[in-house]
C-alpha cells in the first residue's frame, strides 16, 4: 500500500516562502505521477501542479505559475513544492497524490486520475 505524508505547512505572511514536502513509502516512487492540490473548506481539491516520473515534465495552474515551483527527488522518494511570493487566496490545505500510470492516458490536472493521496497540510497565508 502506498503511502503518502505530507510536511512543511505552516503560517507564513504574504510575500513569504513555504516549502512543502512529500515522502512516499510502500510504492515504486519513481514510476508515479506526482501532483499538488489544494482545498479550501466548501470547495473542491484544486489542481496546482504536477511532475512526470523523470521530474522532466510539470504542469502549474495559471495562478501559481512563475511563483511556485514543484520537483522531485526519486531517490529520497520524495516530491517538493517550493511556494514564494504567497498571497493570502492561497490558504489552503495541501495535499499530494500519486497517479500511478497504466494503458490509457489520463488528465493529471484532475483530481479523480490519482490512486493515492496524503492527508495533507495547511497552509496560511496573513495579509
Known amino acids: 500500500q502506498v503511502r503518502l505524508e505530507e510536511s512543511g505547512g505552516g503560517l507564513v505572511q504574504a510575500g513569504g516562502s513555504l516549502r512543502l514536502s512529500c515522502a512516499a513509502s510502500g510504492g515504486t516512487f519513481s514510476l508515479f505521477v506526482m501532483a499538488w492540490f489544494h482545498q479550501t473548506l466548501g470547495k473542491e481539491r484544486e489542481f496546482v501542479a504536477d511532475?512526470?516520473?523523470?521530474?522532466?515534465?510539470?504542469h502549474y495552474t495559471d495562478s501559481v505559475k512563475g511563483r511556485f515551483t514543484i520537483s522531485r527527488d526519486n531517490a529520497k522518494n520524495t516530491v517538493y513544492l517550493q511556494m514564494t511570493s504567497l498571497k493570502p487566496e492561497d490558504t489552503a490545505v495541501y495535499f499530494c497524490?500519486?497517479?500511478?500510470?497504466?494503458?490509457?492516458?489520463?488528465?493529471?490536472?484532475?483530481?479523480?486520475?490519482?490512486?493515492?493521496w496524503g492527508q495533507g497540510t495547511q497552509v496560511t497565508v496573513s495579509s
Open positions: 511532475v512526470s516520473w523523470t521530474g522532466a515534465t510539470v
Open positions: 497524490a500519486a497517479h500511478r500510470p497504466g494503458p490509457v492516458d489520463v488528465d493529471t490536472t484532475k483530481a479523480s486520475s490519482y490512486n493515492y
